[in-house]
Nanobody
Framework: QVPLVESGGGSVQAGDSLGLSCATS????????MGWFRQAPGKEREFVAR????????YYGDSVKGRFTISRDNARNTVYLQMNSLKPEETAIYYC??????????????????WGQGTQVTVSS
């Protein structure tokens, strides 16, 4: 098990920025590629971003490219998601997840074995 805890969610206005963190304790994250997903009410969980263990490979969902940045600090066992120019339609619960070598594509939820509880992000117009 890899316990993951997200933090940094909150309520912001459209166009604002917000930074999320995902941390674990007792385990090192360096061996895992990490992803961020989000789920809005009544919708499926959506891929946001992914970063490899050493940070050399990064992917973003099309809707967030150029506005969101994923990064990691392996010394702190923490993964970050910096979100800029937020839009009301991006209101969702944001989850981080660890890829322990599961089957699936990098943007599929089934690729990730461990999930945090999520943090709410609300963007008002």
């Amino acid at each position: 098990q890899v316990p993951l805890v997200e933090s940094g969610g909150g309520s912001v206005q459209a166009g604002d920025s917000l930074g999320l963190s995902c941390a674990t304790s007792g385990r090192t994250l360096i061996t895992y590629a990490m992803g961020w997903f989000r789920q809005a009410p009544g919708k499926e969980r959506e891929f946001v971003a992914r970063i490899s263990g050493f940070g050399g490979s990064i992917y973003y969902g099309d809707s967030v490219k150029g506005r969101f940045t994923i990064s990691r600090d392996n010394a702190r066992n923490t993964v970050y998601l910096q979100m800029n120019s937020l839009k009301p339609e991006e209101t969702a619960i944001y989850y981080c997840a660890a890829d322990a070598g599961g089957n699936g594509r990098y943007y599929e939820t089934k690729k990730y074995s461990f999930w945090g509880q999520g943090t709410q992000v609300t963007v008002s117009s």
